[in-house]
């Protein structure tokens, strides 16, 4: 039997602090009713001390919400923990994320602290947060870059504390996939209390490594995965939802699942690419507008003679209408005469040789021969 993966989508959080993307309560309500449908199994709605108007986004979510925990950020500050506590109060199911920085670069040069200091203030926020909801996940900031030994014991300190989920962030997305998959495997051997609670990944791309991290963080025992719609986030983003889905219903014998309807995965992206003002790259893996397109010559013959030769998975899997062939210098005749036959053209041999030469001549100009194009020159 298969693993389930619990898919923890921050979009609205850590995707939506990127600058130009903020949005209203109401489009936030919006987004966070897409996600539910999609099968988030968690939503991180805002953090609520930081303004006003991301305090009322978590209430209205978390009125709005039913099928999915909504979740509230805060830092290891009572305030903070208070007004999150406050947000969640119309949440079916609430949690509160609440954490600080624990590599000793943070240590020093954020809080000017100490590692004893940070342990005991993580302590007692967790205890805190726990006063408002039986949920409570801890996250230990650059993790990434902490030392294991102090990550060990400030996990098991905070699940002693009452921490369900520890998160442990990849924040400056500094870690190499086989570093990050052994730091969690490493956490769930020698922390004595792990199998109270459940270990949380959260990279971030600046290497452009977040998925396979997350990857490697899955394959060694983390169980949740925190994720935004088309991978945006600080700087270069974070992990992005539709890859991790896609690679693990792809690698089906991995033996892990997700509650992910995967077939909404293009129109929610087209969604959140609308309305956080944020277009999303042309060759983006799974959602990007060329990811099921074929234009080489070579590709598009192997594609139309099966579409396994070239795709690892159906288009209309992630919710694309069908694969598509780009007409360009680069195509073959036997894409042209697919096109073709397509707009109810067929042709003998010697009239397609001279229709694809005058077909180069053209494409050799424009960077993409549509349709139009082609029936101008049938004609
Ligand atoms: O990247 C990070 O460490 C974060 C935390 C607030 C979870 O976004
Ligand atoms: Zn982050």
Redesign the pocket.
Known sequence: MSQRIYIFD?TLR?GEQVPGCQLTTKEKVIVAKELERLGVDIIEAGFPVSSPGDFQSVVEVSRAVSGSIVCA?SRCVIADIDAAGEALKFAKRGRI?T?IGSSDIHIKNKFNSTREQILEQAVRSVKHARKYVDDVEF?A??AGRADLDFLCRLTEAVISAGATVV?I?D?TGYCLPGEYGDKIKCIYNSVPNVDKATISI?C?NDLGLATANSLAGIMNGARQVEVTMNGIG?RAGNTALEEVVMALKVHRELGFETGIDSTRLFPVSQLISEMMRMPVQANKAIVGRNAFAHSSGIHQDGHLKNSENYEIMKPQDVGVDKSSILLTARSGRHALKHRLELLGYTYDKPTLDSIYSRFLDMADVRKEVNDKDLMELVR
């Open positions: 921050t850590d950020l994320h954490g996250y900031e650059d998160n962030p924040t959260h971030h600080e």
